[in-house]
Structures are given as C-alpha cells and as structure tokens.
C-alpha cells in the first residue's frame, strides 16, 4: 500500500484556537481523507508547537507555570481537532523528552556537517513571528509587517548560526526543478525571490535570557530557537533519530520514519512560507535526509478584510459554530467558502447565509424531497440505458475548472451521464490540484441544477400521472445523490453517509447501484433561527 504523509502546522498553544485554526485543520483532514478513499496508507500529524517565547509570556501574564499553561491551550487545540471530526494520527507536543532527544539529533548532523557555527550577534527579534529580522525587512515605523504596532526586542548576543546561505543555490534548483513542489506557483515564485537575499540565521539563544526550550546538544549554555525544534517535529514525530546511524535497526519507530518520510505534503499558512519553502529544506539538506515532497500554502481567513487579533477583539471562536450548527456545516463553510490559496473573510451573517441556502435549503432539502417521492414506490430499479437518455437537464450547466479559464458547459444531457462522466472528472482533477474548494464548488453547481431539474419535468406532478416514467427520473436523482455522497466523504463524512444510508445502498463500500429506496430519515441540516 502507498503511503501518504500529511501534516499540519503544529500550532502555537499560547492561546486558544480561532477559526483560522480550523481552516487549517479541515484542509489537511479532507486531503487525508480523500487519500484515503484513494486507498493510500495515510499518517496526519498536527501538535503543539510549545518552545515559543510567546508562550512563555503569555503564561507570565496569565501568572500560571508555563507548562500547565500549554498544557491546557494544547488541549483546546485537542478538542477543537475531536470537535471538527478530524482524524490526526499523530499529536506531537513538542515538550516531550523524544521530541528532545530528537531535535537535538537533527542539530548534531547538521552541526556534523559543518553548518553550525557560534557568532556575535546583534538583531530584531519579532515575538509574534518567531523571528528576527533586519532593518530592511520592517515597515517604515521599525515594525515588522505581520506584526504591526508590536516592539521588537532589541538582541545583542552571542548564539548558534545555521548556514542556510550554503544551500541557496541546492533550494533554488530544488525549488525550480519541483523536486520540492510549492503550491499555489505564486509562493513558489515569492521563494525564489526571498532566496536572492538570504543569509544565514540565528538558531539558538543563551539559555540565561530564554531557558524555555531545547536545550543545545552539548552546549546547555544555549537553547534551541524554537523553529529549529519545531520544524524537527514533522520528523521527530517519526521518531528520527532514534537508532540513527544503526542500518539494520528494525526498532519501531525508526521504521516509523523510515515508511513515512519524506512527507508528501506540508499544509501551512502564507505567514510561515518562508520556515517551510527555504529553512527548513536546507536544514533537512544539512542533515542528509530527503525533501518534502509538497509544501502547500494556504491563504488566511480575515474578518472584514482585517487579521484577527486580541486586540481588535475580532478573533472568531469556531466552537460555538460548531456547537450551534455542527461539525458538518462549519467543515462545509470552510472548505466551500474559503479560497484556498487566497484570503478569504469570515462573518456570522455570511456563514447562517450559507448554512440556511446551501445545506438548509439546498443539499438538505432536495435530498427530502428526493426521499419523500422515492418512497411512493418499493424500490427504483435501475431503468434501460435507453429509458435513462430520455430525461435529459435542460439548461446549461457549467462547472469550473483547474488550471483553465474556460468553464465546461453542458446541456441535453442526463444528470447520470454527468455525474459520471464530467462532475467526478472535474472532482478528480481539482483534488489532485489540491483545489478543495472547487471541487466542493462544483458539486454545489451540480445540486443546484438538479433542483431544477425536478422542476424541468414537474416530477412531483409526473409521480402521479406517470408513475412508471417517473421512475426513470427518480433514478437520475438518487443516483445522482449517493454519487454526490462519495464525493463529499473527504468534506463531510457523516452526512454522505446519512445520504447512502437515506437511500438505502451500502455506505462503507462503493457498489454498482441497482436499486435505491427510501430509509427513514432525519433531517441532514435543522432549520435554525
Ligand atoms: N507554531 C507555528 C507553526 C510551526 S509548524 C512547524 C505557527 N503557529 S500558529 O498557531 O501561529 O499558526 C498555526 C497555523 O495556523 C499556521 O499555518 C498559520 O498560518 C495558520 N493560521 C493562523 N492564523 C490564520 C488565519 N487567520 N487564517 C488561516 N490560517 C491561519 O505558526
């Protein structure tokens, strides 16, 4: 079996998660999921990234030791995961003693390799980025872009460098040649770009001032900064390291690495491009170990066209969402509402707009009413192909597509016939462009269309005065639904099962349908004020 390794951000467990957390999390989860119906041998990975220096303030502030502090976001994060009905595999937390030992085995090979050395230093620490920058690199008032208003530390002191100016020339081949692939290609040419300028980078910090962290192999004068560890996880997580050097270890974890590595794809956010598409493949370089195969950038979700901050007070908590319209419909906004390689904005008006007119009165209410007609009758049997042609839809149809500006259009022909041959190509061929969002698009197009097509041909009217004829339409309906349903698994695997099961046909396994019928059935979406 082929094996497909995902992981998420590992967030920071400074705070509590938002919304744009749960973005996150949806994406890489409905990746996962949609590999797994393609039959790979998936491990999804997220954590909490607990080194930081922001964490430690923040529990300063909050007066709690900062263990139990993390602790206690981390598990926020936990539940939000268990809430949203996401499927990790793996949770690393990264104050773990494996994580330890092996962030500081991944230290040693680079610094085996000759890519560590000690250096005077005097820089401009960002908190809220986890990084330093240079004059240049900050807005004309000093600060830096992500974090306006915020001061940077001042830092003068001696640490650790990495030599990540060594691979540049190694990371622009890799990065042109796609051996490491970047999506959207945008980020991929904002790399390249970044790559003109980089030089080496500041990895540790004396233990006196940040003692929060892991400490430097053979060297506790100095702590690890914390994107070296963090970045570690995805490979520590693995257990890398833990027989390294030993070819003929068989011990579990190391084969654990061995299997999974290197990952198929990183799913991040635009602000942490940068620790993905350029420091962290050098460092893999460094230490002699394969490349992320893709690193996927997404975009960020906004409200009314700003960040969330604390201090705008417009962070958005995704758990009342979740509790008020469940996992399902907050899966379904996210995926469907947000691009994903751009921004996108959140509102509570726009997501009950959503709710109410795509799931409500949409999915929801066409598969009742597709219900309520299929029980008039035992069972409907697949038709003749000849019967099947006689119901075509009516209006034109268009669907988006990957990479292509022109939408493919269609008209005259029957709903079964699309399904199959046109809405799960487009399916197919978003999902592997990694377009989530299109794909869901597209068979939101495709729904809208067949609650017009009941109307077409007055089907409620038809049942009665054509009872036989109007089984063949019946046909293209449910046929159409239990298609929609293994299409929507990866998005939302509850209600495609309630879908399959409503109809009648097996939901763990896909059959060739020969009949459906009507299964008691309660509503997939409340109504909700
Ligand atoms: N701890 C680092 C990641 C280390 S990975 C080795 C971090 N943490 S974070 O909590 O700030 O962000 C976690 C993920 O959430 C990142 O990919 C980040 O881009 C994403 N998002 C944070 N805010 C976001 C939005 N408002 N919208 C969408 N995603 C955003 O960075």
């Keep these: 079996m082929n094996k497909y390794y995902i992981t998420n951000a590992i967030p920071y467990v400074n705070a509590r998660p938002h919304i744009g957390h749960a973005l996150e999390f949806i994406q890489s989860d409905t990746i996962a999921r949609f590999k797994k119906t393609q039959g790979f041998e998936v491990k999804l990975l997220c954590g909490g990234d607990e080194n930081a220096l922001k964490n430690v303030q923040a529990a300063e502030e909050a007066k709690q030791p900062i263990q139990e502090f993390v602790d206690k976001n981390n598990k926020l994060f936990e539940e939000l995961a268990k809430s949203l009905n996401t499927e990790f595999d793996i949770w690393q937390k990264a104050s773990t003693n494996s994580h330890f030992k092996s962030s500081q085995k991944l230290w040693e090979q680079c610094e085996k390799n000759g890519d560590i050395y000690k250096k005077s230093y005097e820089g401009l620490y960002c908190v809220g980025c986890e990084s ?40 622009l081949e890799a990065i042109s040649k796609e051996d490491m692939k970047i999506l959207p290609s945008f980020r991929k040419e904002e790399t390249l770009n970044m790559l003109k300028e980089i030089g080496d980078v500041s990895f540790s910090r004396p233990s006196k001032d940040i003692a929060w962290g892991v400490p430097v192999p053979s060297d506790a004068t100095q702590t690890m900064y914390v994107w070296c ?273 409503s109809l009648g046909v097996e939901p763990t396994s896909r059959e060739e349908w020969k009949e459906f019928s009507a299964k008691e059935f309660a509503h997939l979406f409340p109504r909700i004020q």
């Excluded at 830092?155 to 060594?166: A, G, M, Q, R």
């Design 132 to 171: 330093f920058y240079t004059k240049s690199q900050l807005n004309e008032k000093g600060e830096c872009f992500e974090h306006p208003g915020k001061k940077l530390e001042e830092v003068k002191e001696e640490n650790y460098f990495f030599k990540l100016s060594k691979y540049t020339n190694r990371l």
């Design 229 to 501: 560890d963090a970045l570690a996880n995805y490979i520590t997580a693995l257990g890398y390291g833990e027989s390294f050097g030993s070819p003929t270890s068989t011990g579990n974890r190391t084969s654990k690495f061995e299997r999974f590595w290197p990952a198929d794809i990183h799913v991040v956010g635009k602000d942490i491009m940068k620790f993905h598409t350029i420091f962290w493949p050098a460092m893999l370089m460094s230490a002699g170990l394969s490349l992320p195969k893709i690193i996927f950038v997404h975009g960020w979700v906004n409200v009314k066209g700003e960040k969330m901050s604390k201090s705008l007070g417009n962070v958005i908590d995704p758990i009342p969402l979740i509790e008020k319209y469940g996992s399902e419909a907050v899966r379904f906004y996210l995926a469907h509402e947000t691009s994903v390689f751009g921004d996108s904005d959140y509102s509570d008006k726009h997501f009950s707009e959503i709710y109410s007119g795509l799931l409500v009165n949409g999915l929801g209410n066409l598969l009742a009413r597709t219900l309520k007609m299929i029980s008039l009758y035992p069972a409907i049997s697949k038709p003749e192909e000849g019967a099947l042609a006689r119901y075509p839809i009516k209006k034109n149809l268009e669907f988006l597509t990957t990479g292509e500006k022109k939408r493919w259009s269609f008209e005259q022909a029957s709903p079964s016939f699309l399904v199959d041959n046109v809405l799960w190509l487009a399916y197919q061929k978003a999902m592997a462009a990694y377009e989530i969002s299109q794909a869901i698009k597209n068979i939101w197009i495709y729904l809208g269309r067949l609650d017009e097509y009941i109307e077409d041909y007055k089907l409620y009217k038809m049942v009665k005065s054509q009872p036989e004829e109007a089984k063949v339409v019946l046909w293209h309906l449910a046929y159409s639904l239990a298609s929609v349903a293994w299409m929507i698994k990866p998005f939302m695997p509850e209600t495609a099962d309630k879908i399959l099961l």
